[in-house]
């Protein structure tokens, strides 16, 4: 079953994804003793590396995280500068119940309060090849929107505060030395030492060979990361002066395994007055925008908008901006593609010879991936398995 069969089921059935059952302790303990001595690397401060430090610091273990950019929050980018509500350059979606929230911030005394709303599959719709196509049929019948906050936003606020002093900017790994007990951490310029890492770099980085491992990685764990598929990817936003486009409007791409490309309100539920359409797409989908410059993508953006919506959108243009994720230096890339064998997912997450620990939307232990939700439920697992 692939991920996205496995997420249309749950949403063909009316039933959310199922919670994790934790068996961390919560922040109530004011004190706790901590169930594994010695210090823990984190590799990345993106969500998967972000909710790790955070359920370590719930757990009293010591802990240092080490980001390669100058921000964290990895593909949970977004933008304040755009539009007058905050823009997700990457993560936009919960593709969950909004239950995940109190999963992860695993602390019953802090009340949470994050805005969302589903899609009404009585009122919005959208349009395929000129026909007018339901919510489920674009496979939205799960999803819900963030109100006039992101995925960044949640852990900017919930998270982020617990682990900020620990985290290490602009410090890019490029070795790891686990023949010892205690591991060897490398960067460019400082070198680090610790009895686990937790390795939560984006698949691709590890693919391209940023990071060197001494000794090599196992033969089947290098095979699994090396084969498995991170989708091209990238994302858009057009404001214009009118509304002229339903809430989705779909492409076919052949295989469907190829790739996916949506435009679609990304105003939609927030508090503005402003006409904005959000660009997702992934795959082969990705290329005719990723290849272009900046002025030659608004205009074969408007160009196939024109051809859709009778020249409204060139009539209507105001301004745009673009995310390429496939240049992004700490990424270089989208994200494990959808139709990913299930089978080969747990092995990415395997455990190297005790010491390395890797956990993010590609390293998952069940039929779901390439999501934040994904991310931090690998990073709750993966604490899970280092204090035992």
Same mark, same amino acid.
């Given at each position: 079953?692939?991920? =996205? ?23 109530? =303990? ?97 349009? *395929? ?22 995925? *960044? ?5 919930? @998270? ?74 990238? =994302? ?34 927030? !508090? ?35 051809? @859709? ?6 009539? !209507?243009?105001? =301004? ?69």
């Amino acid at each position: 079953m692939t991920r =996205k069969e496995f997420l249309r089921m749950c949403g063909l059935l009316g039933i959310g994804l199922p919670l994790q059952a934790s068996t961390l302790s919560s922040c109530e =303990k004011e004190n706790p003793t901590p169930a594994f001595e010695g210090k823990v690397l984190i590799i990345g401060a993106g969500a998967a590396g972000l909710a790790a430090g955070y359920l370590l610091q719930q757990e009293g273990i010591e802990f240092e995280i080490l980001e390669a950019s100058a921000n964290y929050g990895g593909r949970m980018k977004r933008t304040t500068d755009f539009a007058d509500f905050p823009i997700p350059l990457g993560a936009e979606w919960l593709h969950v119940g909004t239950g995940v929230f109190d999963e992860i911030v695993n602390d019953e005394s802090v009340n949470i309060n994050v805005a969302t709303t589903p899609y009404d599959p009585n009122v919005d719709y959208g349009l *395929f090849e000129g026909q007018q196509i339901s919510v489920a049929d674009v496979g939205f019948t799960i999803d819900r929107k963030f109100i006039n906050s992101t995925w *960044f936003d949640f852990f900017e606020q919930y @998270i982020v505060p617990s682990v900020q002093d620990k985290i290490s900017f602009n410090t890019v790994v490029t070795a790891i030395d686990y023949t010892s007990d205690q591991i060897a951490v490398q960067a460019a310029s400082q070198a680090f030492s610790a009895d686990r890492v937790i390795i939560t770099a984006p698949l691709k980085i590890l693919q391209n060979g940023v990071i060197t491992f001494t000794p090599e990685l196992p033969s089947d764990k290098k095979e699994v990361i090396n084969n498995a598929t991170v989708w091209d990817g990238c =994302k858009a936003f057009i404001e214009f002066s009118e509304k002229f486009y339903p809430a989705f409007t779909a492409f076919e791409i052949t295989p469907e395994t190829a790739g996916q490309k949506l435009y679609y309100d990304a105003s939609y539920g927030q !508090n503005t007055s402003q006409n904005i359409m959000g660009l997702f797409a992934v795959g082969v989908a990705a290329d005719p925008y990723v290849q272009r410059t900046d002025q030659e993508l608004i205009e074969y953006m408007l160009s196939e908008l024109d051809a @859709i919506y009778d020249n409204q959108a060139s009539a !209507n243009y105001i =301004k745009h901006t673009f995310q390429n994720w496939n240049t992004e230096p700490h990424i270089q890339g989208a994200y494990l593609f959808d139709y990913e064998d299930w089978r080969r997912v747990p092995k990415l997450a395997e455990t190297v010879d005790n010491q390395l620990l890797f956990a993010g939307e590609a390293y998952a232990f069940e039929s779901d991936w390439g999501s934040v939700h994904a991310a931090a439920r690998a990073a709750k697992r993966a604490v899970q398995e280092l204090v035992g």
